[in-house]
């Protein structure tokens, strides 16, 4: 039987990227970590960016992407409603 992959929905992306963003990284890492195409990282990045659930902090020269309380609070609520449907 081949392998099946699922296609994720936009919550569960946007729920792993706020994961990978704990504590700050760079966009390679969330790319990779969270395996989404540079194009489609930015465009989730932006998004979020805009509506509060990232911030971007310079350090060392890099720009870093770090979860703020309310992309905290969000990843909580996320996880919490899909406690409920498992």
């Known amino acids: 039987m081949p392998y099946m992959r699922k296609r994720r929905d936009k919550m569960s992306i946007i729920n792993e990227i ?3 963003c704990n504590g700050g990284t760079i966009k390679t890492r969330i790319m990779y970590k969270v395996n989404l195409s540079f194009t489609r990282l930015r465009w989730y990045l932006s998004l979020l960016t805009k509506n509060g659930l990232l911030k971007e902090e310079e350090r060392g020269g ?3 992407y770090i979860t703020t309380p309310k992309g905290y609070e969000f990843n ?10 498992s």
């Open 18 to 20: 706020l994961e990978a």
């Open 62 to 64: 890099k720009k870093l």
């Open 76 to 85: 909580r609520n996320y996880k919490y409603c899909i406690s409920l449907i």
